[in-house]
């Protein structure tokens, strides 16, 4: 990605060679860290910077690459909000995660006011929409630096210039063909870990703002991820998670508009893709969201069923069991068809275990079509069901539709939903008693510090006791009772 640009004068050098888009971080962020030692040398104290992360594992993924690049430039990694740093990773799939992004940002105003050097930094899903970086020109002025999904690479380069502007940077592309991997980042936990696959989405889904903040679908090149993959399997990791709007369509764009990519080990689709991974050694379980159902081709099918490596936990997006409001919605496929997928997926895999998503209450939604959502509630029975209230979301055609539901009768939709889920799931925990679930341990159990937690392929918490080394190990533990939320299990050493 090589490229000639002109660009601020940077304390008397400017950069007008041939670099490449990573170069040219690296430049900032050495510009930045120069920057933070005079800091901390007057102040007689090192600078803390905190991420703050809002919705998916997108956007998990994206604060590991923030913070890396926050680490690289010299800022100490904390969590509070009374950092030196403050970044907000944003989220706008519903309006409740634009309101709480608000809402801290009010409260920052007096934090700010204390520590006068402070910056505030936004970026993220929300970001994108216009209307929003309006509103914070016009009334939240204490934000230092916004930017948007696009340019998150470009994150030092934004410090910097708010360093030498002194004055607000907003930076957003409205969409790209960029992909600019290889900058530092700092994942979160040494043994699971998610890795990027593609980018974007094309289905616009009527109800969903995600194809207008993250832009077209564009695949990250086999080689690459392959690569990636390699490299954090030599590091000691256990489990991937391959992220993407829509992973079953990789590489499609790229296929139909004719742009060349490389196979790499046989690898030109998403079957071929979990293929060639499922062969890494070092990895044990490879884990991947969010499929779209009517991309959920036979090839994949057959991948699944045939790597060991990948969980038999599949996510499979639901959103309404009505065809009339799936077909409203744009989904692309009917009740039917979708049930038709799950009975082939299960003929086909064994031990195959489904979470889905599920809107209540989307414009024109009856209660006879509610009705058909908790059918097929019951005739999958999912493992995990992350069920979400309508949200009016603006720029998006279901915003613009006369009849929406009233606020009351989707909560009491989602309320008899949640009700049917939780007592499917009380009845899946039972099932799961008296058997041995391969776990890995992912750390100490947030509520009891004598107990470790991990999870079951089908991504059940199981909480065991256990010394810390275990942190990171795959184990075999047998269940022996079941809780709403978690199970307990036991290692054959008990
Ligand atoms: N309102 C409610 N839920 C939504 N989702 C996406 N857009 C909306 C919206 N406008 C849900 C979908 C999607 C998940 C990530 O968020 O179920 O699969
Ligand atoms: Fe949104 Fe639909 Fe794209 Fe998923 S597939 S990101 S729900 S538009």
Same mark, same amino acid.
């Given at each position: ?11 008397g ?8 888009e990573?170069?040219?971080?690296y430049?900032?962020?050495?510009q930045?860290?120069?920057?933070i030692?005079? !800091? ?6 090192p600078? *803390?910077a905190?991420?703050? *992360? ?6 998990? #993924?994206?604060s590991?690459?923030? +913070?890396?690049?926050?680490?690289k =430039? ?8 009374k950092?030196?740093f403050?970044?907000?990773? +944003? ?23 204390? %520590? ?15 209307e ?30 708010? &360093? ?11 969409? *790209? ?15 699971k *870990? ?14 969903? =703002? ?7 679908? #564009? ?5 690459d ?6 490299e ?23 296929k ?21 991974? %499922?062969? &890494?050694?070092?990895?044990?379980? =490879? ?6 159902p ?6 994949v099918?057959?991948a ?14 639901? !959103? ?6 799936l ?15 799950v ?6 895999i ?5 979470? +889905? ?8 939604e009856?209660?006879? @079509?509610?009705? @058909?959502t ?6 999958v029975?999912?493992?995990?069901v992350f ?12 915003d613009?539709?006369?009849n929406?539901v009233?606020?009351? &009768?989707?909560h ?16 899946r ?7 041995i679930?391969?776990?890995l ?10 107990m470790?937690t ?9 909480? =065991? ?30």
């Open positions: 990605m090589a490229m000639v640009r002109q660009d601020h004068n940077m304390g050098t400017m950069l007008t060679e041939h670099i490449s990573v170069e040219r971080q430049y900032y962020m050495e930045c860290h120069s920057w030692k005079t !800091q901390e040398e007057k102040l007689g104290r600078l *803390t905190s991420v703050i *992360t809002f919705g998916c594992q997108m956007n998990a #993924r994206d590991e690459k923030l +913070t890396g690049i926050l680490e =430039i010299g800022y100490t990694i904390i969590e509070s909000e950092a030196d403050v970044i907000y990773n +944003t989220c706008t799939v519903r309006e409740n995660a634009n309101l709480r992004v608000y809402g801290r940002l009010g409260q920052m105003k007096h934090i700010k006011k204390n %520590n006068p050097g402070m910056m505030i930094a936004l970026c993220g899903c929300m970001m994108q929409e216009p929003v970086v309006e509103k914070l020109k016009k009334s939240y002025r204490h934000v230092d630096v916004i930017f948007g999904t696009h340019n998150i690479f470009k994150f030092a380069e934004l410090i910097y210039r708010r &360093i030498t502007e002194g004055q607000m940077i907003i930076d957003i592309w409205k969409d *790209t063909d960029q992909i600019v991997e290889d900058l530092p980042n700092d994942r979160k936990y040494p043994f *870990t998610g890795i990027n696959i593609m980018f974007g989405c094309n289905n616009f889904c009527s109800y969903c =703002i995600v194809p207008y903040v993250r832009g077209r679908e #564009r695949s990250r090149s086999p080689k991820i392959i690569e990636e993959v390699k954090l399997s030599e590091k000691g990791y256990k489990e991937i998670t391959l992220l993407g709007q829509n992973v079953n369509s990789y590489l499609r764009t790229e139909e508009k004719n742009i060349s990519f490389e196979e790499y080990e046989g690898v030109n689709s998403f079957a071929t893709l979990l293929r060639a991974i %499922n062969k &890494i050694e070092g990895i044990e379980r =490879i884990r991947f969201v969010s499929p779209h009517k991309d959920f081709t036979d090839d099918i057959e699944i069923r045939d790597c060991e490596k990948v969980c038999k936990l599949i996510h499979l997006p639901l !959103q309404s069991g009505s065809t009339q409001v077909k409203v919605m744009n989904r692309k496929y009917t009740k039917e068809q979708y049930l038709n997928l009975e082939k997926m299960k003929k086909n064994p031990n195959l275990t489904l979470s +889905t998503d599920i809107i209540v209450g989307f414009p024109g009856t209660e006879e @079509d509610f009705e @058909d908790l059918d097929v509630v019951k005739k029975k999912f493992e995990q069920m979400f209230i309508y949200s009016r979301r603006v720029g998006t055609p279901g613009k539709m006369e929406q009233p606020e009351e &009768i989707k009491k939709r989602f309320d008899r939903l949640k009700a049917l889920v939780e007592s499917q799931i009380a009845e925990n039972k099932e799961y008693v008296g058997t679930q391969k776990i341990i992912e750390g100490k159990s947030k509520n009891n510090d004598e470790l991990g999870r079951t392929d089908s991504n059940k918490v199981v909480i =065991i006791q256990g010394n810390d080394d275990l942190i990171g190990k795959v184990l075999s533990v047998e269940i022996v009772s079941e809780h709403m939320w978690y199970l307990k299990g036991k290692t054959e050493k008990e």
